[in-house]
């Protein structure tokens, strides 16, 4: 026996530096901050395709890699048993809530990485009662749900469904866990109010952002701004709510793109078909990069045109970081205060663009 505190770290994604995606990397940035103290055992519930990007501390040890794919996330959702909220119960697996029953006495800490992670303090919270448990909430699921737009009123009703059991699910975690890391004051905020949860369990932990971020400041001190009007928006393209911004910015400001002589960089991973459909003299799908600086130094403004998702949006403070202005609309800049962050509605996003390029070129 070593002496050190034990963890079980359960995450319902791969930790890692180097994944395109940034709750990943605050997964890694947590992992290896008990890896310092602590011996910690991992345990990954991820999608198949995560698995590519994993490496450990010298004193992580890997209990479990349990890879997804579609069918198996059907499977999960069906032996639970409980179909809402999907994203949560898709990570559910009997040989994990087993493991964990059989072993959760010899831990400390057990560190809920994501709040779908989280499902098996949902089913164990009694077992629980009494352990040191930890929820990362990387964003709240209940304001994801809520922002889901749709005009299908079989939609309409499955997202109502969804909102109110991922309310219940939520409060039911929030509720059990000893301590709740959220990524904002704003969702500290939610958390107290919404889900009444003390404000002593709460604590805020600042997101990590990559690494090139900080050399691209640096380049940017004493550059010459370019006056080439190039735009740039960055993110994880697989996620939905990145493509849905991207092609209604485009789809409102195409013209304006064209007519004054705009080019947007879109920067990320897995661009959909409809995306790369939208490819114009004006519009750029560059997809994944192992380094984007090249992409942040070209770019004079960051957009960030969210209208769906929750918590902070680590691309809008990495381009912030980055030394780059950014507009945003106000879902795209929540969490965040910043002087050179620039909140519109959508349809206003190229009125202010023009405005902020004529006072800075």
């Given at each position: 026996m070593s002496g050190r505190p034990r963890v079980l770290y359960i995450s319902a994604h791969c930790p890692s530096r180097s994944a395109p995606f940034a709750g990943h990397r605050t997964a890694d940035q947590f992992l290896n901050e008990y890896a310092k103290e602590a011996d910690v055992d991992l345990i990954v519930i991820a999608n198949a395709n995560e698995k590519q990007y994993l490496t450990l501390p010298s004193s992580v040890r890997l209990l479990e890699f349990v890879s997804l794919t579609w069918i198996s996330k059907l499977k999960n959702i069906l032996s639970s048993c409980r179909v809402f909220p999907l994203r949560v119960f898709s990570r559910?697996?009997?040989?994990?809530?087993?493991?964990?029953?059989?072993?959760?006495?010899?831990?400390?800490?057990?560190?809920?990485?994501?709040?779908?992670?989280?499902?098996?303090?949902?089913?164990?919270?009694?077992?629980?009662?009494?352990?040191?448990?930890?929820?990362?909430?990387?964003?709240?699921?209940?304001?994801?749900?809520?922002?889901?737009?749709?005009?299908?009123?079989?939609?309409?009703?499955?997202?109502?469904?969804?909102?109110?059991?991922?309310?219940?699910?939520?409060?039911?975690?929030?509720?059990?866990?000893?301590?709740?890391?959220?990524?904002?004051?704003?969702?500290?905020?939610?958390?107290?109010?919404?889900?009444?949860?003390?404000?002593?369990?709460?604590?805020?932990?600042?997101?990590?952002?990559?690494?090139?971020?900080?050399?691209?400041?640096?380049?940017?001190?004493?550059?010459?701004?370019?006056?080439?009007?190039?735009?740039?928006?960055?993110?994880?393209?697989?996620?939905?709510?990145?493509?849905?911004?991207?092609?209604?910015?485009?789809?409102?400001?195409?013209?304006?793109?064209?007519?004054?002589?705009?080019?947007?960089?879109?920067?990320?991973?897995?661009?959909?078909?409809?995306?790369?459909a939208r490819q114009s003299s004006a519009v750029q799908i560059i997809g994944f990069v192992d380094d984007p600086s090249d992409y942040f130094l070209q770019a004079d403004v960051g957009i960030a045109p969210l209208l769906s998702g929750a918590g902070i949006k680590v691309k809008t403070l990495e381009m912030l970081r980055s030394g780059l202005p950014v507009v945003a609309t106000p879902i795209g800049a929540e969490g965040i205060t910043d002087p050179r962050l620039y909140v519109a509605d959508l349809s206003q996003f190229m009125q202010t663009i023009d405005q902020l390029l004529q006072q800075n070129l």
């Open positions: 559910y697996q009997k040989a994990i809530l087993r493991l964990i029953k059989n072993t959760y006495q010899q831990y400390d800490v057990i560190h809920f990485g994501f709040t779908h992670g989280a499902v098996y303090l949902y089913l164990l919270k009694e077992l629980l009662k009494g352990k040191k448990t930890i929820v990362s909430s990387h964003d709240i699921l209940l304001q994801s749900a809520m922002r889901k737009r749709t005009h299908n009123p079989i939609r309409w009703c499955a997202n109502a469904f969804e909102t109110y059991s991922t309310y219940f699910f939520e409060k039911a975690i929030y509720d059990a866990a000893t301590e709740i890391w959220v990524h904002n004051p704003k969702d500290a905020q939610i958390l107290e109010s919404i889900f009444l949860i003390p404000t002593e369990k709460i604590k805020i932990k600042t997101p990590a952002v990559s690494e090139f971020v900080e050399k691209v400041a640096q380049k940017r001190l004493g550059k010459e701004k370019s006056g080439s009007k190039t735009l740039l928006f960055w993110g994880a393209m697989n996620r939905v709510e990145n493509d849905e911004a991207v092609c209604e910015f485009i789809q409102q400001h195409d013209k304006t793109l064209v007519e004054k002589g705009y080019k947007l960089l879109v920067v990320g991973a897995s661009p959909s078909k409809r995306l790369l």
